[in-house]
């Protein structure tokens, strides 16, 4: 359950709703999603994070289904039920296989227990890999 009510297009205002046409029209869909309309009580916060993630999720040097998989990736380690949901969903529109999904799965699996480890025994990082 929400901590805050999800508005509605009626009980949205202008600014609001301005942005969930942008995202109507972005998205080539008429489906505004629960995350958006939870934020939708602060139109400041809404707008600036769909700006954002058009920047971050848009065309670049990545490819959409890969920024897609690192959504899931990190949602999964941040423990988002609701962004690992959604960004599988999107991953799976932008042509996500079931064995990339698995394997993307074994990726995350295989970080986590790697992670947890070295994290336990306070290895230190060797000085080739330092930047």
């Not at 690992?84 to 970080?111: C, D, Y």
Request: aromatic residues 6%.
């Amino acid at each position: 359950m929400a901590t805050v009510p999800l508005l509605s297009d009626e009980e949205a205002s202008a600014e609001t709703l301005a942005v969930f046409d942008d995202i109507r029209a972005t998205r080539g869909t008429d489906y505004v999603n629960n995350f958006w309309r939870a934020l939708a009580h602060d139109p400041a916060l809404l707008r600036a994070t769909w700006e954002r993630l058009k920047v971050v999720m848009g065309p670049g040097a990545l490819d959409p289904l890969v920024k897609e998989m690192i959504y899931v990736a990190v949602s999964t380690a941040n423990g988002c039920e609701y962004c690992v949901h959604s960004h599988t969903a999107a991953a799976r529109a932008k042509g996500m296989t079931p064995a990339q999904h698995s394997e993307m799965l074994a990726v995350i699996g295989m970080a986590m227990q790697t992670n947890g480890i070295v994290t336990g025994l306070q290895v230190p990082v060797d000085d080739l890999f330092k930047a």
